[in-house]
């Protein structure tokens, strides 16, 4: 049996081409044309928009978002005009993507594969992976509690409250298991909620499966939209007066590019549960994303900047790949994104936090994490029943700490992702802070900031707003 693997993976081999392209293919659609003999693949075209107009635009959010979905759209359908003729005329299954300038094409064999990476206006063929879920490290059931998470108290949301920022105009979302949305922490924050029923156009996008309400079988985005937006009655979001989103992009324990590349379509310019009739002006002013692949891959890019040009600000888990250093993920080791780290009750962090450094290369950062927020230990909305709660622990549940930071400084001041970065990382708290395991990564000692553990150190929105220009004690 092996034998004839390795004869089925040599001819496949032998028919791609060892100067062009062989480069332009990822190496695990080798791996799946040697174990299934078709595979599903994204090529990616050579031509990507230029969205430097859509930074300095003063408009309106919306017709920001609208320039950038118009913006890419016409990309899209001048440099996949040939490539889908083909494809057509073949009788083979594609689909287009906007937000990378991309087809998506089901079942290709080997043959095709070769000629479609001798193209010309192909840049890069990759496979559908699946990526990871951050999937929490330890779980504990937990009882109902009228106070106030540790974690929410810790980085001074409460004190925000007090200055009457809760979040309130702002939208939050996330790309993740799905959401439970009756349950009682989240049910009135939901966007949908129209106060005498529920309309989840625009709202909620599944894109695998296409249900038409919010759903979760994982209860990993309930939890992570808990601590966003759960109500100020339940005590675990930091933001419990925005209103939030969602999109399915992870229905199990992993994400499939395909199913996050619609959703960050979705993110970018929402659309009915069908997918039909979008509309830009019902985006998302954050995205919370708590799933991740390898370190390095750039693929997820374009997604990005997409979001950023449409005023969207990107949160990023750092991985649970802790202690080592070096094990920061993708797209949490992008340039363009604010990537966090876990943190526990004494304000020490968790030893499951992946470190940096980043790498030091075109689209990425060498300083990661940039900063860090509460995740072990972290009690949110379970999916499990509507007044159900539960313990988790991950760098999952940091990232949606700093994305609810984020609602509630928005709430009280606009601003862009840039005055996002450098207001929420300049006024981290790093006194305190405790020992970590290595004491170092590439030299850089944790008690200087910024570093490859903390960051620039643990969120507090308090200090945000302070440095916003809003008193906050």
Not at 21 to 36: A, H, T
Not at 143 to 159: D, H, Y
Not at 298 to 324: C, D, K, L, T
């Amino acid at each position: 049996m092996q034998l004839i693997l390795v004869s089925v993976l040599l001819s496949i081999v032998s028919a791609i081409p060892t100067t062009i392209g062989r480069n332009r293919i990822d190496p695990f659609v080798m791996e799946k044309l040697s174990e299934n003999g078709k595979v599903d693949i994204f090529v990616k075209m050579n031509e990507n928009a230029d969205l430097s107009r859509a930074f300095l635009m003063n408009s309106n959010r919306g017709d920001r978002a609208k320039y950038v979905y118009e913006t890419l759209r016409e990309v899209m359908k001048r440099s996949q005009s040939s490539i889908r003729a083909s494809l057509t005329a073949r009788g083979v299954k594609h689909q287009s993507f906007w937000i990378n300038n991309a087809v998506f094409v089901q079942a290709v064999d080997a043959n095709l594969v070769d000629e479609l990476s001798q193209r010309p206006d192909v840049q890069y063929i990759r496979g559908n992976h699946d990526e990871r879920l951050y999937l929490p490290i330890d779980i504990a059931p937990s009882a109902p509690s009228a106070t106030v998470e540790w974690g929410v108290s810790k980085i001074g949301a409460p004190k925000a409250w007090a200055k009457g920022l809760k979040g309130k105009g702002i939208v939050v979302a996330n790309i993740d298991t799905g959401v439970r949305y009756t349950h009682v922490a989240l049910v009135n924050s939901y966007r949908g909620n129209n106060g005498s029923g529920f309309s989840h156009d625009y709202n909620w996008f599944d894109p695998e499966e296409g249900t038409g309400e919010p759903n979760d079988e994982n209860g990993h985005g309930t939890h992570t939209m808990g601590t966003i937006a759960g109500s100020e009655e339940s005590g675990v979001g930091v933001a419990p007066e925005a209103k939030w989103i969602a999109s399915k992009g992870c229905s199990t324990s992993s994400c499939s590019t395909y199913a996050l590349t619609k959703s960050a379509e979705w993110i970018a310019c929402p659309t009915r549960t069908d997918g039909t009739d979008p509309d830009c002006s019902k985006a998302p002013d954050v995205v919370n994303n708590s799933w991740g692949g390898r370190g390095g891959d750039n693929w997820y890019a374009q997604y990005i900047e997409a979001w950023r040009a449409a005023g969207i600000i990107p949160v990023f888990s750092a991985g649970n790949s802790g202690p080592s250093c070096n094990t920061v993920g993708s797209p949490g080791d992008s340039k363009d994104v604010i990537s966090v780290g876990a943190t526990d009750i004494n304000d020490t962090l968790a030893y499951f936090s992946s470190k940096g450094p980043g790498i030091d290369d075109v689209g990425f950062r060498l300083q990661k994490p940039d900063i860090s927020a509460p995740g072990a230990k972290v009690r949110s909305a379970s999916h499990k029943g509507d007044n159900e709660y539960v313990v988790l622990s991950g760098t999952s549940m940091a990232s949606p700490h700093v994305t609810g930071a984020i609602a509630v400084a928005l709430s009280g001041k606009e601003f862009e992702y840039d005055k996002c970065y450098s207001v929420s990382t300049s006024t981290a708290i790093t006194s305190n802070l405790g020992e970590v395991s290595p004491t170092s990564c590439s030299g850089v000692s944790s008690k200087t900031f910024p570093n490859y553990a903390y960051g620039y150190g643990r969120i507090d929105v308090c200090n945000m707003v302070n440095d916003l220009g809003i008193a906050c004690k």
